[in-house]
């Protein structure tokens, strides 16, 4: 079965924004309950909350490591550990999970071509679906992220705990470390949205791109840059060692690695938009 594109017809003036704006918000009720409230979400929640979960058992048990710890300022570099894996292990699969199915998930449960039959634009659908997915990961994701941090700071007592987000740089680390994991998501679920687009098989390149992301602290200097984790790393508070066989390279400004991942994703959601265009159905051939 195939389908074909359907647009609405724009304004003498150009694109009806307007019109655009309420299809958005149309697509964003429809795809959020997917998002939320499926199975795939509860994949999500998984990944988020049970790192959660063994960060509550340490906090609250007599660990001979945690009791080394002098308090918050100590275990800040704990938590900088713990949260690069949060970052490559959990924001990273259930950006996979989520967004990589926008399409090819729809396309496997044959219901895609409802989406493709109403008058929609192509690019305003891969639009509200990204933008309502990364609403879910997003504010889970900054749940956990933080939750993560004060449980990590927790066990010195509340006193101390607000002494060193108030009077010392808890507070900012912690915006910087939510930032992150956002920007995170926000440049993943790009990438997973169009590889759901354009392979029959994204998994096998959801594993590169994990394996490249992986090694990127054994790479030389150039080819660390053609990574999105590098950019993440270099915005972390706390600096975290590489180990002894890593490569060192110069971490990137700030004003660079957040321009530079949001230009990554724009044009990662442009192509993404044009392939939306040119896309046919055909639930017989998986294409």
């Not at 998002?35 to 609250?60: D, H, K, N």
């Amino acid at each position: 079965m195939s389908a074909t594109h359907m647009t609405e017809a724009s304004p003498a003036g150009g694109v009806d924004w307007g019109l655009v704006g309420r299809q958005i918000v149309g697509i964003l009720r429809m795809e959020l309950r997917n998002q939320l409230f499926s199975r795939r979400a509860f994949a999500l929640y998984f990944l988020a909350f049970a790192p959660v979960g063994i960060m509550a058992l340490w906090a609250a048990s007599p660990v001979p490591d945690k009791l080394a710890l002098s308090g918050p300022i100590d275990a800040s570099r704990v938590y900088a550990f713990v949260f690069q894996g949060y970052l490559s292990t959990s924001i990273f699969l259930s950006c996979l999970i989520l967004f990589m199915s926008l399409f090819r998930g729809e396309i496997l449960e044959k219901s895609l071509h409802y989406y493709f039959l109403s008058p929609i634009r192509r690019e305003v659908l891969v639009a509200g679906k990204y933008v309502a997915a990364l609403i879910a990961v997003t504010g889970v994701f900054a749940v956990g992220t933080t939750t993560l941090y004060l449980l990590t700071m927790s066990p010195w007592g509340l006193g101390e705990l607000g002494r060193y987000l108030f009077s010392g740089p808890g507070l900012g680390h912690l915006i910087t470390y939510v930032s992150i994991a956002v920007l995170a998501c926000i440049g993943y679920g790009a990438i997973f949205q169009l590889a759901g687009q354009l392979f029959k098989n994204p998994v096998s390149v959801a594993v590169l791109l994990w394996a490249w992301e992986f090694i990127n602290p054994f790479l030389p200097s150039l080819l660390k840059k053609l990574s999105v984790i590098f950019y993440l790393n270099s915005l972390l508070p706390v600096p975290v060692a590489a180990g002894a066989f890593a490569i060192q390279a110069d971490p990137i400004p700030a004003w660079v690695s957040v321009p530079g991942v949001l230009l990554l994703t724009a044009a990662v959601l442009a192509l993404a938009g044009w392939r939306a265009r040119n896309m046919e159905i055909s639930y017989g051939s998986d294409d």
